[in-house]
């Protein structure tokens, strides 16, 4: 019985400890959480920080690692380059930290307008995901003219005919 015992509670132990953190992509401050999706331009590089909280031990040096992943819209592993300025992750005894504009993320100039990513970027044993978008259009909001005028001629147009029923 003693036994049983013993194995539960070294069971429970090991359960409680197995995430050794919780892990996040910041903004390039280190301010905020980065949005989830991701939305980058082809051509361009955007840069972000490593979040790090509930460290299981102190003083722990964790080495950096990434992986990018083509999800749909014609998206190539290949278009997509993640790269972490530092070989490790060191919180020290700080709680929660933060490596502040480490992770640059670029999207290839050539990359599909409608590809979609997955990356993970993590240190040591934890990881964090995040959905990556290309937005290679760019929505233009017409003239005010452009709309005014077609809007004013059917007001007119609306206003004469009316005008016109009454004589």
Do not use: C
């Not at 991701?38 to 840069?47: A, R």
């Not at 964090?128 to 004013?152: Q, W």
């Amino acid at each position: 019985m003693k036994k049983i015992l013993i194995a539960i509670a070294v069971i429970a132990l090991f359960t409680g400890t197995a995430a050794a953190y919780d892990a996040n992509i910041w903004n390039a401050a280190g301010t905020a959480a980065a949005g989830n999706p991701i939305v980058i331009h082809p051509g361009e590089t955007l840069t972000f920080s490593y979040n790090g909280a509930n460290f299981a031990s102190e003083n722990q040096v964790l080495p950096y690692y990434s992986d990018v992943e083509a999800v749909s819209g014609g998206a190539a592993d290949t278009d997509m380059t993640v790269t972490i300025s530092k070989t490790n992750f060191e919180p020290g005894i700080a709680d929660p930290y933060t490596d502040v504009a480490v992770v640059q993320i670029t999207l290839d100039a050539n990359a599909p307008a409608t590809g979609q990513w997955r990356v993970t970027i993590g240190a040591g044993e934890d990881a964090i995901t995040k959905d990556v978008g290309s937005a290679a259009r760019n929505f233009l909001i017409p003239e005010f003219p452009t709309i005014a005028l077609p809007v004013a001629a059917i007001l007119g147009l609306a206003f004469f005919m009316q005008r016109r029923k009454e004589e």
